[in-house]
């Protein structure tokens, strides 16, 4: 069954078709995106009882405003839209899209670390050994699963070089920043249910919100890597700006956190002002790189 692509889609029907809407019904952004047609004639505002209403004074030059902006119809089935070139099609802008059909994961693997779906083999780390990464593209059906210890990794550079930390994890997941809600649920799912996950992310905001994620999908099997000297490597190469902006709005929530070692992490960020990025722990030789996993038990 269609329906309006969207809000906007809705309230350019019912100019259509009506001839008129409340002029309530516009919002801010919905009358900005119309300033053009009041300002050419094709809509007018005007006093209707108590109230007032946006009335349609040409509708030939309403049509081709809505051809222009809607090029496959103001109607669309939401369902149907699955990839960024349908939102072309129906909006004319690719980022009105925003979830793929598939979604491609990067992984490092070591030790001879395969993944399985039924019958199906990806050999891991040959892979990684041979062209430096192994991938796979993941969709909303059953894939690949591991039974190792598994390291969500947020940063490329990480990522790219995780095996110098000597860690003893088998397989590295790139979660590229923010990990997808996609990328959770096969997290969660039942091929990687035996998987303890342990998150290497920037300790600032964003970095403990994205564990406490991790946490929140995998209960009882996540933990969160923390060195050892973490508050000496705060002091020396904490940056200011990871606890500015938007980022400081997390933390009052990250405070009151259930847990413990998001708590004392806020504390410490909040002591010294600064937050920490993950890539100090590949300074020097990388022999300073000793850390602790903590709370894999949460749940």
């Known amino acids: 069954m269609k329906t309006p692509a969207d809000a906007f889609a809705s309230i350019l029907i019912r100019l259509c078709e009506e001839g008129s809407i409340p002029a309530s019904r516009l919002s801010e952004r919905s009358r900005s995106r119309l300033?053009?047609?009041?300002?050419?004639?094709?809509?007018?505002?005007?006093?209707?009882?108590?109230?007032?209403?946006?009335?349609?004074?040409?509708?030939?030059?309403?049509?081709?405003?809505?051809?222009?902006?809607?090029?496959?119809?103001?109607?669309?089935?939401?369902?149907?839209f699955s990839t960024r070139a349908d939102g072309i099609m129906a909006f004319r802008d690719s980022k009105r899209i925003s979830t793929p059909v598939q979604e491609p994961v990067l992984l490092r693997a070591f030790e001879g670390v395969c993944l399985r779906?039924?019958?199906?083999?990806?050999?891991?780390?040959?892979?990684?050994?041979?062209?430096?990464?192994?991938?796979?593209?993941?969709?909303?059906?059953?894939?690949?699963?591991?039974?190792?210890?598994?390291?969500t990794v947020e940063n490329a550079e990480l990522f790219n070089r995780f095996e110098k930390l000597q860690t003893g994890i088998g397989l590295a997941i790139y979660t590229a920043g923010r990990i997808s809600g996609r990328m959770l649920?096969?997290?969660?799912?039942?091929?990687?249910?035996?998987?303890?996950?342990?998150?290497?992310?920037?300790?600032?905001?964003?970095?403990?919100?994205?564990?406490?994620?991790?946490?929140?999908?995998?209960?009882?099997?996540?933990?969160?890597?923390?060195?050892?000297?973490f508050e000496i490597l705060l002091q020396r190469f904490g940056k200011r700006e990871l606890l500015a902006g938007s980022n400081s709005v997390l933390l009052p929530r990250l405070a009151s956190s259930d847990d413990e070692i998001v708590r004392r992490l806020v504390e410490l960020m909040r002591r010294h002002n600064a937050g920490l990025e993950q890539e100090v722990l590949l300074r020097g030789s990388f022999q300073d790189t000793k850390g602790s996993v903590m709370n894999r038990g949460s749940s």
């Open 185 to 229: 649920g096969w997290l969660a799912s039942e091929g990687m249910s035996r998987c303890a996950i342990t998150h290497y992310g920037d300790w600032d905001p964003v970095g403990l919100d994205e564990y406490l994620r991790i946490r929140k999908a995998c209960p009882g099997r996540t933990s969160l890597f923390v060195p050892d000297d």
């Open 35 to 80: 300033l053009s047609l009041f300002d050419s004639g094709v809509l007018s505002e005007e006093k209707s009882g108590a109230g007032r209403r946006v009335v349609v004074k040409s509708k030939a030059h309403l049509l081709g405003y809505v051809e222009t902006e809607y090029p496959s119809g103001l109607e669309a089935d939401p369902a149907s």
């Open 117 to 151: 779906s039924g019958s199906i083999v990806l050999p891991a780390a040959d892979l990684t050994s041979r062209f430096g990464l192994a991938a796979f593209l993941l969709d909303d059906t059953p894939s690949f699963g591991s039974d190792g210890p598994v390291a």
